[in-house]
Nanobody, 115 residues
Framework: QVQLVESGGGSVQPGGSLRLSCAAS????????MAWHRQAPGKQRELVAA???????NYAESVKGRFTISRENGKNTVYLQMNSLKPEDTAVYYC?????????WGQGTQVTVSS
């Protein structure tokens, strides 16, 4: 089994920054990718950013140039640096890990961008 624990969410004014962290533990073997998704009220969950095992990244168009995903392999930890935050970035952010045994999700962390 795999456990994912997110941290770093909170409230920030437009234009501010937050850094999310997700620490994976448990039976971790041959990770394919780690990613951040988000779900705003009344909307479907969407991919924000992903990083593959070899370091390739991809981002939602809405966050390109503002968000950066990175991974600390030795600690099985993934980060999401979020800059120039906008009110439309308000959502619950979920960490995701994909490996050969399956797809795993964290419990989510709230990010609120408001003046």
């Amino acid at each position: 089994q795999v456990q994912l624990v997110e941290s770093g969410g909170g409230s920030v004014q437009p234009g501010g920054s937050l850094r999310l962290s997700c620490a994976a533990s448990g039976t971790i073997q041959r990770i394919n990718s780690m990613a951040w998704h988000r779900q705003a009220p009344g909307k479907q969950r969407e991919l924000v950013a992903a990083i593959a095992s070899r370091g390739t990244t991809n981002y939602a168009e809405s966050v390109k140039g503002r968000f950066t995903i990175s991974r600390e392999n030795g600690k099985n930890t993934v980060y999401l640096q979020m800059n120039s935050l906008k009110p439309e970035d308000t959502a619950v952010y979920y960490c995701n890990l994909g490996q050969f045994t399956g797809n795993y999700w964290g419990q989510g962390t709230q990010v609120t961008v408001s003046s």
